[in-house]
């Protein structure tokens, strides 16, 4: 796990497309439990190099429920985005994760992971790569439906401030899908 964590934090591969550089960000421990399966760094996490160290990040460990110091405990839990470093700005917001980066290391990663338990699929981008067909028709169906999905997958919107629209329109999320996250990564956590 240590060579592939460091040739990934040494990956180019999209250099040319990357307007402030690669900085390629991501946590793995052999013994992690969890694996988060986010989109991309934004800007503050390009610059601090700390997975999900951002307004998402605080609302996410909200969601698990989890310390700090439990969500950066790489043996507990795995921090892998779709693209590992910052696109840069598009129009209206960040610019998608680079289609590059999952094909290329994700693999991988996970066959480093024997301990994995559960991934939660933050997004479209990361629920359309993992569940492939078996994805909803969109975001609101697929994390509606995350009951078939497990006991591997968890599907889940953007913790993003941004989100709150969302959020608002769909109540069950919070009634439902947010007590069965909880307790799923409860369970993991101590045992």
Known sequence: ??????????????????????RPVVTAHPQSKIAIIGQAPGLKVHQSGIPWDDP???????????SPEQFYDDRLIALVPMGFCYPGKGKSGDLPPRPECAPLWHDRLIKKMPNLN?????????QEYYLRDTSGKNLT??????KEYL?????????????????SKNPWFEIEVLPELKRQVEYLLSS
């Open 151 to 167: 006991p591997h997958y968890f599907p889940l919107p953007h913790p993003s401030p941004r989100n709150r629209f969302w959020l």
């Open 56 to 66: 998402s990040g605080k609302q996410l460990r909200k969601w698990l429920d989890v």
């Open 1 to 22: 796990m240590k060579n592939l964590l460091s040739e990934i934090k040494k990956c180019t591969y999209c250099e040319e497309y990357l307007s402030d550089g690669p």
């Open 118 to 126: 559960l991934t939660l699929l933050i997004g479209t981008y990361a």
């Open 141 to 146: 169906a697929t994390v509606r439906a995350f």
